[in-house]
C-alpha cells in the first residue's frame, strides 16, 4: 500500500513538472508579438505573411532560423529578430504554428 501511494505521488510530481516547464507556443507566439505583423488562424495582424499554413510550406528548420534571425533566411527580411527566444520557446512556437 505504501509503495503505490509513493509511486503515485510520484507520477504526479513528474507531471506537474513536465507540465509545468514546457512552455506555451500560444502564449509565446502572443507574448513576442507576432500576432502585430502575422495573422493566424484568423487573429492578428495582415500586414505580413498569414502563418496559419506556414509549417506545411517551410521546413520547421527553415521556420527555426526565420525566428532567430530571419536575414539568414533573406537578407533583405523585413521581420526582426527573435534571438532572445529561448530553443524551447522558439520550440513552442513551431509546435503550436502545427496545430
Ligand atoms: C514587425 C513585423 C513582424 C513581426 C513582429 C514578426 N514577423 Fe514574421 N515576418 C515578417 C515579415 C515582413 C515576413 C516576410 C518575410 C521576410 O521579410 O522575412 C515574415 C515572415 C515570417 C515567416 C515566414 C512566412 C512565410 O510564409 O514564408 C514566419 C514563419 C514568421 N515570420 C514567423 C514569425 C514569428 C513566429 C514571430 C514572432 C516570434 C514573427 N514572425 C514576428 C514580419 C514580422
Same mark, same amino acid.
Given at each position: 500500500?505504501?509503495?503505490?501511494?509513493?509511486?503515485?505521488?510520484?507520477?504526479?510530481?513528474?507531471?506537474?513538472?513536465?507540465?509545468?516547464?514546457?512552455?506555451?507556443?500560444?502564449?509565446?507566439?502572443?507574448?513576442?508579438?507576432?500576432?502585430?505583423?502575422?495573422?493566424? !488562424?484568423?487573429?492578428?495582424? &495582415?500586414?505580413? =505573411?498569414?502563418?496559419?499554413?506556414?509549417?506545411? /510550406?517551410?521546413?520547421?528548420?527553415? @521556420?527555426?532560423?526565420?525566428?532567430?534571425?530571419?536575414? !539568414?533566411?533573406?537578407?533583405? &527580411?523585413?521581420? =526582426?529578430?527573435?534571438?532572445?527566444?529561448?530553443? /524551447?520557446?522558439?520550440?513552442?512556437? @513551431?509546435?503550436?504554428?502545427?496545430?
Amino acid at each position: 500500500m505504501k509503495k503505490l501511494s509513493m509511486c503515485v505521488l510520484i507520477a504526479v510530481v513528474f507531471g506537474l513538472i513536465i507540465s509545468g516547464c514546457a512552455p506555451d507556443g500560444a502564449k509565446v507566439f502572443e507574448k513576442a508579438g507576432c500576432l502585430s505583423c502575422h495573422r493566424y !488562424k484568423g487573429v492578428g495582424g &495582415s500586414i505580413c =505573411p498569414d502563418l496559419t499554413d506556414v509549417t506545411k /510550406r517551410k521546413s520547421e528548420q527553415w @521556420i527555426r532560423q526565420q525566428i532567430k534571425d530571419p536575414s !539568414k533566411n533573406n537578407p533583405n &527580411s523585413k521581420m =526582426p529578430s527573435f534571438g532572445h527566444l529561448s530553443d /524551447r520557446e522558439i520550440q513552442a512556437i @513551431i509546435d503550436y504554428l502545427k496545430s
